[in-house]
């Protein structure tokens, strides 16, 4: 039994049709549960703006540490908070443009990010 999936937190659908780059980056790799990962709901839709900022809470968490991944993000979304910040708002205004469409699981417990 799975627990979680590793999961493209912008659609990897946005990559194929070159609305956005990298989405194999770490920057956009999440934890998702099973069951929320294998929704049909879910579908390439654009991840609400309330999960983009969990995003980059979760990624400045990793750059405020000696995480392994501080540095590989900091090359992927910027050196500064503001260019992390500015590049992920541009990533969800770029999707949010191509898909139109957006997607929030249900809240089931309080996040950490």
């Known amino acids: 039994m799975s627990l979680a999936h590793v999961d493209h937190f912008f659609p990897h659908v946005l990559q194929k049709n070159h609305t956005l780059e990298n989405l194999d980056g770490v920057w956009n790799l999440v ?9 049909s709901e879910k579908g390439a839709k654009v991840p609400s703006i309330g999960l983009v900022e969990r995003l980059y809470k ?30 992920l708002q541009e990533q969800y205004n770029q ?12 809240a089931k417990n309080n996040s950490i990010f």
């Open 58 to 87: 979760r990624n400045e968490y990793y750059v405020g540490s000696n995480h392994p991944l501080k540095e590989t993000i900091l090359l992927q979304t910027g050196k500064s908070d503001k260019l992390r910040h500015d590049f």
């Open 31 to 39: 934890l998702a549960c099973a069951v929320c990962n294998g929704a």
């Open 95 to 106: 999707a949010k443009s191509s898909l139109l469409h957006e997607w929030a699981p249900e």
